[in-house]
């Protein structure tokens, strides 16, 4: 059974980092494009970073450009989001998600439409 784990959350300093990390099962992450998605309070969930099945290619909602990255590990099957100089408007709960077709293109990678298989998710909160 194809599923997904979120762990790396927590309370955090504005200006201070995290590492989220994904853990995938079921099936190798190689075949697979992934993503990072959010969800704040009152708002509707928003992909932060996704990353295609093969080229590895990246992409990044620009609120997140040049603080956030994504990564991935074939060995341990999984994905990764660094998170710099974090701001309160990044708090949210955090998800991991994969679509069962395994790969999105590039013009909907970080659509939340196109990810079928979500994790439970994981907390941020930014605040002094």
């Known amino acids: 059974q194809l599923e997904v784990a979120e762990s790396g959350g927590g309370l955090v300093q504005p200006g201070g980092s995290l590492r989220l990390s994904c853990v995938v099962s079921?099936?190798?992450?190689?075949?697979?494009?992934i993503g990072w998605f959010r969800q704040a309070p009152g708002k509707e969930r928003e992909g932060v970073s996704c990353?295609?099945?093969?080229?590895?290619?990246?992409k990044y909602a620009d609120s997140v450009k040049g603080r956030f990255t994504i990564s991935r590990d074939f060995a341990k099957n999984a994905v990764y989001l660094q998170m710099e100089n974090l701001k309160a408007e990044d708090a949210a709960d955090y998800y991991c998600?994969?679509?069962?077709?395994?790969?999105?293109?590039?013009?909907?990678?970080?659509?939340?439409?196109?990810?079928?298989?979500w994790g439970q998710g994981t907390q941020v909160t930014v605040s002094s």
């Open positions: 079921g099936a190798s992450l190689e075949y697979f494009s």
């Open positions: 998600a994969i679509p069962k077709a395994g790969i999105v293109n590039m013009r909907n990678l970080c659509v939340v439409e196109f990810y079928d298989i």
């Open positions: 990353i295609m099945a093969g080229s590895g290619n990246k």
